[in-house]
């Protein structure tokens, strides 16, 4: 069973910066994608980012295009998300998790992912 867990939320202000890890560890899911989702209170999960295996193809929600950055490093199992410029409006729990599928293609759907941390809180105060 992989187990991922996140790292690197807290509290920012608008403008600021935030680097987000997601340590895998147990039964790693070699060859598979992973991705961020985020929730913000009363709204449901949204995808953010997502990044295949090989790092070779990303994928990112319009709204955190040319703000956020997805990175992995297999060596150490850890997927990142690097974001600037950040906005009140990206304040929300953020998860990672794995796709379901070994032949990832850009799906957003939260129901085609699988192995959820457990989240880490980002606040971008205004």
């Known amino acids: 069973q992989v187990q991922l867990v996140e790292s690197g939320g807290g509290l920012v202000q608008a403008g600021g910066s935030l680097r987000l890890s997601c340590a895998a560890s147990g039964r790693t899911f070699i060859g598979y994608a992973r991705g961020w989702f985020r929730q913000a209170p009363g709204k449901e999960r949204e995808f953010v980012a997502a990044i295949s295996w090989s790092g070779g193809n990303t994928y990112y929600e319009d709204s955190v295009k040319g703000r956020f950055t997805i990175s992995r490093d297999n060596a150490k199992n850890t997927v990142y998300l690097q974001m600037n410029s950040l906005k009140p409006e990206d304040t929300a729990v953020y998860y990672c998790?794995?796709?379901?599928?070994?032949?990832?293609?850009?799906?957003?759907?939260?129901?085609?992912?699988?192995?959820w941390g457990q989240g880490t809180q980002v606040t971008v105060s205004s």
């Open positions: 998790a794995s796709a379901l599928s070994l032949y990832y293609s850009g799906s957003v759907a939260p129901t085609d992912w699988r192995s």
